[in-house]
């Protein structure tokens, strides 16, 4: 855990849930979620995030979260009336000649990316405005259009730049942010900046062209351009083994990113200090691989012995056989409940899986690896009402980029 030396004794932030409390706690959501048609993912969204705020100790006071599902649930019947005419407007586009329609098509995707900044800050809002801590209620004003501009022209500079814009798109749209940021009457600042991302990610940058290319290049030696239809399942190793070593280079920067970032984040007096090991975030998805693997092993196993039973013509004599198999399928409503089961069973462990690991390993990181200093400074703050505004939260649920 970091400590560093700041205004007042330095203390430590901590996590205290496990992995078996929120499994516990997902299962029942996901049994539910069926039999209300998914509505329930309101109430399981709401839960979740009351796990994650009551588990979560600064200085030995957890945090609290006063959201409700009702809210949630408003706030996506609300971002419906927008979406409802773009559903009509894209069907409408489906009946046009080709050009046009793709003309159309990427109008509306542009469109639907700029509303995703304009959600992502205003779900923000809606979390913050709904998270308290010693009983003063956090907040966030600013502007979610200006939000969704200023991040709508950094993502082109990153087109045109091939990237290259990163750091100073993310030191940007952090400080923006953190200085609408309050808890209470008290605003947040932030002192960090792209130079302390630059370094860091332009070796990345190279050393991820480098080892694509190299890749890239042993692939198609060995085989991975397809001739006439076959391609060499060895060549393919050289491309694995790139993505591989690129993903992993992604995770250390991406710990180096979050540890600078919000080690440049301030509220008073209060100094925040956060240190994530890299190798720590690369096993926590080398974990999630492996439970995926397990997971999506046991589902196949179970897949064959309900097919076994559904259709065992087709596995007559300890083979199979695919036409028997389609022909007993088509036409059986039994046949079609276990697909759509199966395929909701696989959803469903890879949410689990994915929440359990990526979503809770990424949390408790944060947590245990940040500790803050000068919060003695903090007792003065006064507290300030509830935004109860719904909208941003609603639409970053129908756009699917909600955050915990």
Same mark, same amino acid.
């Given at each position: 855990m970091a400590m560093q030396q700041g205004p007042g004794r330095p203390v430590p932030v901590a996590f205290t849930g496990t992995r078996r409390e929120l499994g516990g706690l997902l299962l029942r959501g996901y049994i539910l979620l069926l039999p209300t048609i998914g509505l329930y993912r309101f109430w399981l969204n709401t839960w979740r995030r009351r796990f994650y705020w009551a588990h979560t100790e600064i200085d030995g006071d957890s945090l609290e979260y006063t959201g409700d599902a009702m809210q949630l649930l408003l706030g996506f019947l609300m971002a419906l009336v927008v979406f409802v005419p773009l559903y009509a407007l894209l069907f409408y586009l489906s009946t046009l000649p080709r050009q046009t329609a793709l003309i159309g098509y990427g109008g509306i995707a542009v469109m639907l990316w700029f509303l995703v900044g304009y959600a992502l800050y205003r779900a923000r809002d809606f979390r913050l405005s709904r998270t308290l801590w010693r009983g003063i209620r956090f907040d966030q004003t600013g502007n979610g259009w200006a939000y969704a501009l200023r991040r709508f022209g950094w993502s082109l500079l990153m087109l045109a730049s091939l990237g290259?814009?990163?750091?100073?798109?993310?030191?940007?749209?952090?400080?923006?942010?953190?200085?609408?940021?309050?808890?209470?009457?008290?605003?947040? !600042?932030?002192? &960090?900046?792209?130079?302390? $991302? /630059?370094?860091?990610?332009?070796?990345?940058? %190279?050393? =991820?062209?480098?080892? !694509?290319?190299? &890749?890239?290049?042993?692939? $198609? /030696?060995?085989?991975?351009?397809?001739?006439? %239809?076959? =391609?060499?399942?060895? !060549?393919?190793?050289?491309?694995?083994?790139?993505?591989?070593?690129?993903?992993?280079?992604?995770?250390?920067y991406q710990a180096r990113q979050l540890s600078a970032l919000y080690s440049g984040v301030r509220l008073g007096t209060a100094v925040l200090t956060l240190r994530i090991k890299a190798g720590a975030l690369i096993w926590q998805y080398g974990l999630c691989g492996l439970a995926l693997l397990g997971a999506m092993a046991l589902l196949a196993l179970g897949g064959f012995v309900v097919l076994g039973l559904v259709a065992p013509e087709a596995f007559a004599g300890g083979g199979f056989d695919l036409e028997i198999f389609v022909s007993q399928m088509q036409g059986s409503v039994l046949s079609l409940a276990a697909i759509i089961a199966g395929y909701l069973l696989v959803l469903a462990a890879y949410s689990l899986v994915t929440e359990l690991f990526i979503g809770l390993g990424y949390w408790k990181l944060i947590a245990n690896g940040a500790s803050i200093a000068g919060l003695n400074g903090l007792s003065g703050v006064r507290a300030r009402g509830e935004d109860r505004a719904l909208a941003g939260e609603g639409l970053a649920a129908a756009l699917h980029v909600e955050a915990y």
């Open positions: 290259l814009v990163y750091p100073f798109m993310a030191a940007s749209l952090w400080r923006y942010r953190y200085e609408h940021s309050w808890y209470g009457d008290l605003r947040f !600042a932030f002192v &960090g900046s792209w130079r302390q $991302l /630059a370094g860091q990610y332009y070796l990345t940058y %190279g050393a =991820v062209v480098i080892m !694509a290319g190299i &890749g890239l290049v042993l692939g $198609l /030696a060995m085989g991975a351009w397809p001739d006439h %239809g076959h =391609v060499a399942p060895l !060549a393919l190793l050289p491309l694995a083994i790139a993505a591989l070593l690129i993903g992993m280079l992604a995770l250390r």
